[in-house]
């Protein structure tokens, strides 16, 4: 190629570094000074071919075989003038056994076509499209392999060495450098001085066969928030971020180490080889697998396993053809819904006992048995007052659960709020989130200083606590209210046969809560519920009050969501809901009063029981219906009616709401069979064959509605 003049050379030099690709210019500015920087490139290839004396130098796509066996030497892109597509080629590079090869690129010029790549093959590193200048790519074994697609414009210039393969002599291994060892003990860290953007790579450990390796991480210090570090192949599922000072151990005899990290991030983990197990009390989290024919398996006490929550798996193999036996004398978990025991059966198709029953013995279908267990130390307290902090170790998930005395609510705060990558929901509290959920699903960050009031007696925290992050909360049990004058996102749910509802008169300027309010006839499903608001202040269009038909947490139909001033709405059952989304300079002011129907005077007649509270009867007419307020949810309830030996009980009921797929509502009147499946058809009169007649209800949410009238016949 002809020289250019050194004038020619300075102008194309100051053109390229004045226009970078990185300033965001269009397509046609980005080929041209791509171009002039591989004119540059091209201008200094005889004096950097001079240069290399004694080195290798192989040109991609023109020098074949596309191999070499050199120790060290340079590959770079050829001229493709004038050519419009692009040139496809591999060029590998093989070291003697024990060696692996180290590259660096000093010029990647990609023009950012769609098939346009230089690729890293058989590198520590996963996914190099496109590396990174001047930094070090090391293969993992003996061979790398440099596959690029690339067009006229495109140029780019690496050289590597050969390097030994054995291990550092102070066991110091670097991850993106050193990707798999057979040392019996050992420290794993990230690269020094490695800058640039973050790169994902992968160290494995390899123990004798029966041998286990432990792992521990002294220091995770990751400030990026895309950054991970996990360990896989341990006890612990893979899933989980690591939590500093705990051991891991392997379930075999191998165990990786994941990690996408960039150049601020730091950690420094520390493993040993350990013998096989020769107890056969295993402990779960500390053993992975065993093939002994006997043995017990418990968690680790409180002490190894800590606060936070863990999730591990034991397998146990028996010889082929054989199968095992497994049975519990101790399940005990304080939160089934979150912490739980799995035994999988190795069935096909699969059936899984989950929690499995005490002293109940079960027979896997194979010769493998995998058990699972999340054990979370949840923590419940009964203080009247207390404070929540996170742990000084951290990442930390768990739950915790304030529980006050019946008809009392819990009122909770946070003074200090800073989660940029945690997470803390609210569960059970009157607010509902800003996308209009109920805070029993999410409320993941609390707002500073406000006071989050319990819809009942409980209220319950999930948490997952991210290093850099800070929270405190207080919070103190408050009695029952005895007022008349209610107020939103304070009070909850009123019996009281009139009132009036107002927003809090504290909130700060910029806030905006979303809350409900439920008023329910203190007697019976005969009555009705009348309300008006003399005041309608909403100086938002983002605000909003929405009267509704029966409870708003269960998206009963809307009366009205545009109430007029004065006007009187009445609900069509015998409870009305409330739900607003007022900022502070939002106000409103409704009262209401229970009004009786026709139907009422029926009561006299019919007496009026209610499950849950009431278990029997013996008159000749009544009236059975459902009990608000029920402490505890998803049990059984049951009620039943004896006539004289010589009548019978005829039951009919007007009203059957179900509104949970779990709910029902059945008529025994001998045996274990029901008169019908789930639930009565409205309307329908049964009859009993003998003078005694059981009512049983599962009780799931406070939704079910149902009215059901007897008599002796």
């Known amino acids: 190629m002809t020289r ?24 046609e500015d980005q080929l041209l000074v791509l171009g002039l920087e591989a004119a540059l490139f091209d201008s200094q290839n005889i004096e950097r071919r001079q240069s290399l004396v004694g080195r290798t130098i192989e040109s991609i796509c023109r020098d074949q075989p596309g191999q070499t066996t050199a120790s060290n030497g340079t590959i770079q892109s050829i001229l493709l ?64 392999s440099v596959s690029a697609s690339y067009r006229s414009s495109d140029r780019f210039e690496c050289k590597w060495t050969i390097v030994p393969s054995s291990p550092p002599a102070t066991s110091e291994f670097k991850l993106c450098r050193h990707w798999q060892t057979t040392s019996t003990s050992g420290t794993i860290q990230p690269l020094d001085r490695d800058s640039g953007p973050s790169r994902s790579c992968s160290f494995w450990l390899q123990a004798p066969t029966d041998h286990q390796i432990q792992m521990v991480c002294l220091l995770v210090d990751l400030t990026i928030t895309s950054s991970s570090l ?90 082929v053809g054989q199968r095992i036996q497994i049975s519990c004398s101790v399940v005990n978990f304080t939160y089934p819904a979150w912490s739980y025991l799995n035994l999988n059966l190795n069935t096909s198709p699969v059936i899984d006992a989950n929690n499995p029953l005490k002293n109940k013995t079960y027979i896997s279908t194979s010769n493998e048995l995998i058990l699972t267990s999340r054990i979370c130390a949840d923590y419940n307290s009964t203080a009247s007052a207390g404070r929540i902090q996170p742990l000084d170790y951290l990442p930390w998930q768990c739950f915790f659960r304030i529980l006050a005395p019946p008809g009392q609510q819990i009122q909770f705060t946070c003074p200090v709020v800073n989660l940029t990558t945690s997470t803390f929901q609210i569960i059970g509290a009157i607010d509902v989130d800003t996308d209009g959920s109920s805070l029993l699903m999410s409320a993941a960050r609390p707002v500073l200083n406000r006071v989050y009031t319990s819809e009942r007696n409980s209220m319950l925290f999930t948490y997952k606590f991210v290093q850099g992050d800070s929270l405190d909360c207080n919070w103190t049990t408050i009695p029952p209210s005895t007022t008349t004058n209610f107020k939103l996102c304070r009070h909850w749910r009123t019996t009281a046969p009139n009132g009036t509802l107002q927003p809090l008169a504290v909130m700060t300027v910029g806030e905006s809560r979303w809350c ?94 209610k499950l849950c509270r009431d278990n029997n009867a013996t008159v000749a007419r009544g009236m059975i219906q459902p009990m608000f307020n029920v402490s505890n949810l998803s049990t059984i309830c049951s009620f039943a009616i004896t006539a004289p030996s010589d009548r019978r009980i005829q039951i009919s009921c007007s009203v059957v709401k179900l509104n949970d797929f779990y709910s029902f509502l059945q008529f025994y009147d001998t045996g274990l069979t029901p008169i019908f499946d789930y639930e009565p058809i409205v309307n329908r009169v049964y009859t009993s064959t003998r003078n005694t007649l059981k009512l049983d209800h599962r009780v799931v949410n406070e939704a079910d509605w149902f009215d059901c009238k007897w008599q002796f016949v």
């Open 230 to 319: 996990k360990i896989l192949s341990a006890a612990d599922a893979g899933g989980d971020p690591i939590v500093p000072n705990r051991i891991y151990s392997s379930i075999r005899n191998s165990l990786a180490l994941y990690s996408k990290i960039g150049s601020s991030d730091m950690f420094r983990c520390n493993w040993t080889i350990v013998p096989p197990p020769t107890t056969t009390d295993f402990k779960l989290c500390r053993h992975g697998e065993t093939k002994s024919a006997s043995g017990t398996i418990q968690p680790l006490d409180y002490a190894a396993r800590g606060r936070e929550w863990r999730t591990c798996s034991f397998n146990i193999i028996a010889p």
């Open 516 to 609: 409900r309010f439920t008023v329910t006839a203190p007697v019976s499903d005969d009555q009705r519920i009348q309300m008006s608001c003399s005041v309608i202040r909403l100086n938002s269009s983002l605000s909003s009050l929405k009267l509704i038909d029966g409870s708003p947490q269960f998206y009963n139909p809307i009366i009205t969501d545009s109430p007029v001033v004065n006007k009187i709405y009445t609900s069509n059952g015998s409870s009305m809901g409330v739900e607003t989304k007022l900022n502070n300079a939002d106000w409103i002011e409704c009262n209401w009063t229970v009004t009786p129907t026709e139907s009422e005077i029926t009561q006299q007649q019919y007496p009026v029981y």
């Open 81 to 144: 003038s004038g050519q419009t597509t692009e040139q496809k080629c591999r060029f590998t590079i093989i070291a003697p056994p024990d060696y692996q090869i180290q590259m660096s690129c000093s010029v990647v010029a990609i023009v950012p076509y769609t098939n346009s790549y230089l690729t890293l093959v058989n590198v520590i590193d996963d996914d190099v499209v496109k590396p990174f200048p001047s930094r070090i790519y090391t293969s993992k074994l003996n061979e790398m």
């Open 4 to 27: 250019i003049s050194s004038i020619q050379l300075l102008r194309l030099l100051f053109l390229a570094l004045s226009s970078p690709i990185s300033a965001g210019l269009e397509d």
